[in-house]
T-cell receptor, first 112, second 113 residues
Framework: DTGVSQNPRHKITKRGQNVTFRCDPI?????LYWYRQTLGQGPEFLTY????????KSRLLSDRFSAERPKGSFSTLEIQRTEQGDSAMYLC??????????FGSGTRLTVV | SQKIEQNSEALNIQEGKTATLTCNYT??????LQWYRQDPGRGPVFLLL?????KEKRKERLKVTFDTTLKQSLFHITASQPADSATYLC????????????FGSGTRLLVRP
């Protein structure tokens, strides 16, 4: 297993377009998280899955954001009608428990 | 609200010296704190976890302390090397959640050869 994989690594999109990111966690990890990070800041929690169930969603996630984890394996994060304020690094992490997350390398989104 | 604060100013030290980074928390009492390393353009990498009943934890050249009276954790890198240059993040869970990890903004460390 090569760790948490995220695709694409970079995405440039025009304002108003929809984008989707994919995260493949470590196979035996049942917990999966999405975070967002802007320059000079620490990652901010977006949402959490335990297996296929989305157990929490941050208030940071507007109705334009949706995340899924079908069958408790990979996860997707979709942003509809992107805005310039959505430009950030989107990080996915997975874990077996709450002690020590394994993060992917992230998807850097630029909305122009 | 629960906050984790780290010094936003970069720490610039000479190779071989000990780097000490600070993490302060306010308005709550975390059961444990975690430290991560982040390189530019990469995701954070987990380094160490320390529980509130542990005063100190070590791993190779890394040492973490947890002072519940001062509401502070210190992260030390002894015999620092240029390869240690990175941003170091402190994190803990919110009191109302066992999975919503909150991060400080990180401190950038630069080790000069």
């Amino acid at each position: 297993d090569t760790g948490v994989s995220q695709n694409p690594r970079h995405k440039i999109t025009k304002r108003g377009q929809n984008v989707t990111f994919r995260c493949d966690p470590i196979s035996e990890h049942n917990r999966l998280y999405w975070y967002r990070q802007t320059l000079g800041q620490g990652p901010e929690f977006l949402t959490y899955f335990q297996n296929e169930a989305q157990l929490e969603k941050s208030r940071l996630l507007s109705d334009r954001f949706s995340a899924e984890r079908p069958k408790g394996s990979f996860s997707t994060l979709e942003i509809q009608r992107t805005e310039q304020g959505d430009s950030a690094m989107y990080l996915c992490a997975s874990s077996l428990d709450q002690f020590g997350y394994t993060f992917g390398s992230g998807t850097r989104l630029t909305v122009v | 609200s629960q906050k984790i604060e780290q010094n936003s100013e970069a720490l610039n030290i000479q190779e071989g010296k000990t780097a000490t980074l600070t993490c302060n928390y306010t308005n709550y009492s975390p059961a444990y704190l975690q430290w991560y390393r982040q390189d530019p353009g990469r995701g954070p990498v987990f380094l160490l976890l320390i529980r509130e009943n542990e005063k100190e934890k070590r791993k190779e050249r890394l040492k973490v302390t947890f002072d519940t009276t001062l509401k502070q954790s210190l992260f030390h890198i002894t015999a620092s090397q240029p390869a240690d240059s990175a941003t170091y993040l402190c994190a803990s869970f919110r009191m109302d959640s066992s999975y919503k990890l909150i991060f400080g903004s990180g401190t950038r460390l630069l080790v000069r050869p």
